[in-house]
């Protein structure tokens, strides 16, 4: 049964969104070809808020999110530098920097990125605290199709993955909506609490392609 599940999971392809809820992806190995890839139906992002849970015990740079588009490979990234200690956004092909001592190794972190197009400002929610408020870009929309990934980082439009770059852990709760959410809704995803699904991408209704060693599983709980 055990080997039959995990023929599902190195093959699995969702014709249908499918509810994960109270499940994760296993990202297993490190590696240049297991990953992701979600669909969003929308392809023109005047602003963005997306939120994940990750556990991870990496001690190198990461990916956490990568959506690229055919104009921009990183247009909305979200990505740690271990050097640094550093988690940074990327949004139209630049980069701002947030250190964040707190990312902690073996253990679930909450993760919300905010981005509006009119003034340019993106801002770090990491367990429910809040950064401050950073210009990146302005003027213009995200906008062609998205490829969105989970696992690794794209230099090219769904492709260009480098092996130490790639995420290796646990990850849970994707959404993704197209307007900034407020601080109240933010904070009650990162308490479990009711709030809005995202209406780009849906935990509740996803819909994704496994490609390679990842697995569906139950979520990792600590029994106290």
């Known amino acids: 049964m055990k080997s039959f599940l995990l ?24 590696t240049n070809t297991d990953y992701v890839s979600l669909t969003a139906s929308i392809q023109d992002f005047s602003s963005i808020t997306v939120c994940h849970r990750s556990f991870t015990d990496l001690k190198r740079d990461h990916i956490l999110f990568s959506l690229s588009t055919p104009s921009n490979s990183n247009d909305f990234l979200i990505f740690w530098d271990d050097k640094n200690k550093e988690l940074e956004p990327h949004i139209r092909d630049q980069t701002v920097e947030y250190g964040w001592p707190d990312y902690k190794p073996n253990m679930w972190h909450s993760i919300c990125t905010t981005w509006d197009s009119s003034t340019g400002l993106v801002q770090l929610w990491f367990d429910g605290q809040p950064s401050i408020r950073k210009y990146i870009s302005s003027g213009s929309n995200i906008r062609g199709r998205p490829i969105i990934i989970l696992g690794q980082e794209q230099d090219s439009h769904g492709g260009g993955f480098d092996i130490n770059q790639c995420f290796v852990g646990m990850m849970s709760d994707v959404h993704m909506w197209n307007y900034i959410l407020s601080p109240c809704e933010i904070q009650s995803y990162v308490d479990i609490q009711n709030f809005t699904p995202g209406n780009v991408l849906n935990w ?18 600590t029994c106290y």
């Open 7 to 30: 023929l599902v999971m190195l093959t699995a392809c969702s014709a249908v969104p499918q509810d994960l809820s109270g499940k994760m992806f296993t990202f297993p190995q490190k």
């Open 204 to 221: 509740k209704a996803l819909n994704f392609q496994i490609t390679g060693r990842v697995l569906i599983e139950d979520k990792l709980k």
